[in-house]
C-alpha cells in the first residue's frame, strides 16, 4: 500500500516514516537555521574552495552587487532573497566573483563561451532600435 507525506499529503515516504524527504528537508531548516547557514558554507568550500572570508571579502569588494548586471539578488527561494552565487570556471573550478542568479544562469546557458555572449550583445544591440515587425495571419 502507497503511504502518502502526512504534511503535504502529495508526496510518498519511505517506508516507516510518515513525511517526505522535502518536508522533511524543510522542517530541519526551520528548526536549525545555525546549522543550514553551517552546512551552505561547508558546500561552499567543498564545491569551489571558498571560505566565508573569501565570500565576505569579495561581497564587500563588489558592494553586495552582482558583478555583471550591478544589481542586488532578487530571486527568492521559500520566500527568502537568494544569497549572490559564487561563479566560478567549470573548466578550472577556480572561482571568479559573486553573481545574482539570473547572470549567473545566463553564462551557464551561453556555455561560459565569450564569443556566444558577444555575439548575442551584437544581436540585441543590431535589433535595440529597429521597430518591431508585424506579424499577419495568413488565415
Known amino acids: 500500500m502507497t503511504e502518502w507525506c502526512s504534511t503535504c499529503s502529495y508526496n510518498r515516504v519511505e517506508p516507516g516514516r510518515t513525511k517526505c524527504a522535502a518536508c522533511r528537508?524543510?522542517?530541519w531548516r526551520e528548526k536549525n537555521p545555525e546549522?543550514?547557514?553551517e552546512q551552505y558554507e561547508t558546500d561552499r568550500l567543498k564545491r569551489f574552495g571558498v571560505d566565508s572570508y573569501w565570500y565576505d571579502e569579495k561581497l564587500a569588494e563588489q558592494?553586495?552587487?552582482c558583478a555583471i548586471c550591478g544589481k542586488p539578488e532578487t530571486a527568492k527561494r521559500n520566500g527568502k532573497v537568494l544569497r549572490l552565487s559564487?561563479?566560478?570556471d567549470?573548466?578550472?573550478g577556480k572561482p571568479?566573483?559573486?553573481l545574482c542568479a539570473g547572470?549567473?544562469?545566463?553564462i551557464g546557458l551561453f556555455g561560459e563561451d565569450p564569443q556566444r555572449l558577444e555575439a548575442a550583445a551584437r544581436y540585441l544591440r543590431?535589433?535595440?532600435d529597429s521597430p518591431t515587425a508585424t506579424v499577419t495571419s495568413t488565415r
Open 25 to 27: 528537508t524543510r522542517e
Open 35 to 37: 546549522k543550514q547557514l
Open 63 to 65: 558592494h553586495g552587487v
Open 86 to 88: 559564487v561563479d566560478h
Open 90 to 92: 567549470h573548466k578550472t
Open 96 to 98: 571568479r566573483s559573486l
Open 103 to 106: 547572470c549567473n544562469r545566463g
Open 126 to 128: 543590431q535589433h535595440q
